[in-house]
Each structure stands twice: as C-alpha cells, then as structure tokens.
C-alpha cells in the first residue's frame, strides 16, 4: 500500500489531509502542542484577532461552560467537552482559578498561546508582516491540534449514545 505524506510549509506529515479550515488528522502519530506553553485565553487572543474574537463571542462554543447548571460545572465528564485544557498544567482548573478558560476558547482548536503570544508582540503595531514575519509568528501557533478534537464532544449520531444528561438535552 503507497504512504502518503502531506507537506505543509517544511513539515511532512503522513496520513494528514488538509482541508479548507486547518488539518484533519488521520491516524497520524504527531505530538500534542508542546506541553511548556501555557493556555491564555480568549480574550488575550483578541487583542490581535478581533473580528474572529467577536464571532466567537456569539457561538455556542463561548458559552459551553455557562450553559451548564451548576451540578455539572463541577463534573469531569462534562468539563472535558465545555472548557479549554481540562487536565493540562496550565489548562482549566475550576471557574475561580481559571474564568478565562471556561468554554471551548480558541486554544481548543489552537493550542496553548503563550508562545504565539510572546512571539507575535514585537509585531503588534506592523500593517503588513514580512513573508518571513508571517512564517515566524504562524510557526508558534497550531492551525487545528494534531487530533480531531471537533468529534470528540460531537461524535454521538449513529456512533455513541450522547453523554449530556437527560434533563439537560435540547427537546426536539
């Protein structure tokens, strides 16, 4: 059977496929981000991408924490689906802690910021980044996590029962 390897910027990744919004990964053995950047949250990753910090603000995915009753804003099962980094050192903790990492924030899909952050400031007031600027800061950041974290809360049509409780689920 012919490997395929998908190359995106330098790197060769078997068994990616890219698509319109960022990489799907397909049975590839990439590491996760690097586990010494730390989560910062949505609203410091709006200081450069507003636009995309304002739709996000009215998605589902902003309030995944707050539509929870308070009973399941404690629990794992939940939390694991409805926050940003549960488990993670610098990941979410518990809403007290750590507010800015309740929902599914920008860095479920992106991976910790701090990197990018700490990489991209220099450039903060540039109007238009050099082809190397642009490779230097997009290095710092993942365009999607090496694994398909969408189904692994949305996965339940034909495959899995839904994990929401009962009182909880949308009436249909």
Not at 26 to 44: I, M
Not at 123 to 134: C, N, R, S, Y
Request: net charge positive; charged share 25%; proline share 6%.
């Amino acid at each position: 059977m012919k490997r395929t390897h998908q190359v995106v910027g330098s790197l060769v990744f078997p068994g990616a496929l890219l698509v319109a919004f960022g990489l799907i990964w397909v049975g590839s053995a990439l590491a996760d981000p690097p586990l010494d950047q730390d989560y910062t949250g949505a609203k410091r990753c709006a200081s450069c991408h507003f636009d995309q910090y304002m739709k996000w603000r009215k998605s589902g995915h902003a309030k995944a924490f707050e539509i929870l009753t308070p009973k399941y804003q404690q629990d794992e099962k939940c939390l694991k689906c409805h926050v940003t980094g549960l488990g993670m050192r610098t990941g979410f903790k518990d809403f007290e802690s750590t507010p800015a990492l309740a929902g599914i924030t920008c860095e479920v899909c992106h991976g910790p910021g701090s990197e990018h952050e700490k990489v991209s400031q220099p450039f903060a007031k540039v109007k238009k980044l050099t082809p190397e600027q642009e490779k230097l800061v997009r290095g710092t950041i993942w365009r999607m996590t090496p694994k398909n974290v969408c189904v692994e809360c949305h996965m339940v049509q034909g495959h899995h029962d839904s994990m929401t409780p009962p009182e909880l689920r949308a009436k249909k």
